[in-house]
């Protein structure tokens, strides 16, 4: 793909200053080169670049991709899905520091009993990332309520509170325990309290009102195990298949386009109270983990590494398996979000973090 072609693809370029426009137009055309490079060159099949610092807005797409189309979005979900638990929180349904047993009475012995919802939010409680028998849970095509019934039973690795493990499954729990709360299915819950509150119109927890035609695929060469990367037995329940994509995994299974997920980010940086109250949205990007542990907030990335290099100690984002990254920095106002196809693991460095690491440069 030759530049000019790749400039003229990117509309929806609205700068908000010519002065703004000027300082920083080089170095995000440079960003976006990164992933034109790695879409031609066939790396990456489809990829999405969007950027807002203020009023100003920078959209490019390139490969297959188009504009506003979704893609699954991978962890970037766990956010998402933690979002609509803490609506219930602004209502007074729960505390942090309430025992998981006091929503799912079953969750007893070696040290379940200590669990609070501020451990399986920041990744303390001991419960693994994802189950021993995920695999066969996906080939019989479980339903979310099975990967629960079988997280209850699974063993913690430590005390809760003790040690730091990125865990899906304390996110399965945390919005299982949504559910118990509000008597709504976490798929039609997030609609409810996040993606309509915050307009995020091409947003769905599973596939909600889209087709599959309608979401970009996620490429499974090199994708994670428990994705069925490398298994080619693996496509009725693979990132691709039908039965995931409607599953609608808290941990892991949200379409968005890459402006919804910036309006997502937004509603942390604005702090509008849309989704969640401004206190709320202030205690979900400040690190409730203890010295010594990976920094963390609720559901969230915080510091500056879960941002690019150059990004402040207030940043906050998350990233996916499948190929996405997103973060917001307060210091500069910057939500830089990279949508791709191509899976986090199978390329170091990625297109995402190259994209993302010159975007942080030209805000500074």
């Excluded at 009475?105 to 009993?113: C, Y």
């Excluded at 304390?170 to 798929?187: P, R």
């Excluded at 690019?308 to 990233?319: A, I, L, N, Q, R």
């Amino acid at each position: 793909m030759k530049r000019r072609t790749f400039l003229q693809c990117g509309l929806a370029t609205a700068m908000g200053t010519p002065l703004l426009a000027a300082l920083q137009q080089n170095r995000l055309d440079e960003a976006a080169e990164a992933l034109a490079m790695a879409t031609t060159s066939g790396q990456v099949s489809s990829a999405v670049l969007h950027v807002t610092q203020r009023e100003t807005t920078f959209t490019r797409w390139f490969g297959n991709a188009k504009s506003e189309q979704a893609i699954l979005l991978g962890s970037i979900t766990k956010p998402i899905c933690v979002t609509a638990l803490m609506s219930q929180y602004d209502r007074g349904e729960f505390k942090l520091d309430d025992r998981l047993q006091k929503f799912i009475p079953t969750f007893v012995g070696g040290h379940r009993d200590e669990v609070t919802l501020r451990h399986l939010l920041t990744h303390v409680s001991g419960l693994p990332d994802q189950l021993p028998e995920n695999n066969k849970l996906r080939k019989e095509h479980a339903g979310l309520s099975e990967f629960v019934d079988h997280a209850i039973r699974t063993p913690l690795s430590f005390a809760p509170g003790s040690n730091y493990q990125y865990s899906s499954m304390a996110i399965l729990l945390a919005c299982h325990v949504a559910q118990v709360i509000s008597g709504v299915g976490i798929l039609e819950l997030v609609d409810r309290s996040v993606f309509q509150p915050l307009e995020m119109k091409h947003s769905a927890l599973g596939l909600g009102r889209f087709m599959l035609a309608d979401m970009i695929p996620v490429q499974t060469e090199r994708a994670a195990p428990e994705s069925g990367g490398g298994d080619p037995t693996a496509r009725d329940w693979d990132w691709n298949s039908p039965y995931w994509r409607k599953l609608g995994a808290p941990w892991g299974g949200v379409h968005a386009s890459a402006p919804d997920v910036a309006r997502f980010l937004s509603e942390f940086l604005s702090r509008r109270g849309a989704a969640v109250k401004p206190e709320t949205a202030i205690l979900m990007t400040t690190n409730q983990n203890a010295p010594g542990l990976t920094p963390r907030g609720l559901g969230l990335n915080v510091g500056s590494g879960s941002g690019s290099p150059g990004c402040s100690e207030k940043t906050f984002g998350h990233s996916g398996s499948t190929g996405t990254l997103a973060w917001a920095d307060p210091a500069t106002e910057t939500i830089c979000v990279v949508l791709t196809s191509l899976p986090g693991g199978a390329l170091n460095p990625h297109p995402r973090e190259l994209a993302a690491a010159r975007v942080a440069a030209a805000m500074k």
